[in-house]
């Protein structure tokens, strides 16, 4: 099957303020982490292929968290995409964007989120038909101002800002009209999840979701 890969995107990520970034070291902590995230209100998950325990992970929150709507990040190798899909993610995220990426993703069809930082990146991924996309790393590319500056001449795309992305500066992101979510990873840092403080997962993730109500 081959789809364009922004097909459904907007279902997976419109509506939630902040998508939570994971790397799992544990595929035992996969379930209560996303459960918690859940509970307060992130249903959005990413988890980053970065450990050898994602992919199972994803497919075990999309089995015990139907709630949850689970993709994968950190995807830069084509072959990424059709594991992903194997283990039931619902998108994947990049933090740039090649061709071959653009045509695994739609071989796999999977949604997928490319990453741009350039003006010209956001022409060369429009001209390919994606409307939406994510911005990284984006203090280190600009911030805020950047959105600001592309926002008149490109009206039409919108981003999912990344990197550099606290509690702290959240908010601002998100009051710009063309975010549509960020993504970050402090409401499941690798201290909570080592302790398991499910209960601090689940506080910082209603709060995330109160950045945008």
């Known amino acids: 099957m081959s789809i364009q890969p922004q097909s459904g995107i907007e279902s997976v990520l419109e509506g939630t303020p902040v998508v939570a970034v994971l790397t799992l070291e544990c595929v035992e902590d996969a379930v209560p982490l996303a459960a918690a995230l859940v ?19 994803v497919a075990r929150i999309g089995r015990e968290v139907p709630e949850a709507v689970v993709g994968v990040g950190s995807v830069i190798e084509p072959a990424q995409f059709e594991g992903a899909k194997r283990a039931g993610a619902r998108f994947a995220v990049s933090p740039g964007a090649a061709l071959d990426l653009h045509a695994a993703a739609s071989a796999a069809g999977i949604c997928w989120l490319p990453g741009a930082q350039s003006v010209s990146e956001v022409l060369a991924l429009r001209r390919l038909g994606y409307r939406l996309l994510k911005y990284f790393p984006a203090e280190a590319s600009g911030g805020v101002a950047f959105l600001r500056s592309i926002a008149g001449p490109v009206p039409d795309v919108r981003f999912c800002p990344t990197g550099g992305i606290t509690p702290l500066n959240a908010a601002e992101y998100l009051r710009e009209p063309n975010v549509a979510c960020v993504a970050g990873s402090w409401v499941a840092e690798a201290q909570l999840v080592a302790s398991k403080d499910w209960e601090r997962v689940r506080l ?6 109160a950045l945008r109500p």
Not at 42 to 54: C, F, G, K, M
């Open 204 to 209: 910082l993730a209603r709060q995330a979701r």
């Open 39 to 57: 509970s307060g209100g992130l249903r959005a998950i990413e988890v980053a292929l970065r450990t050898e325990a994602a992919l199972e992970a």
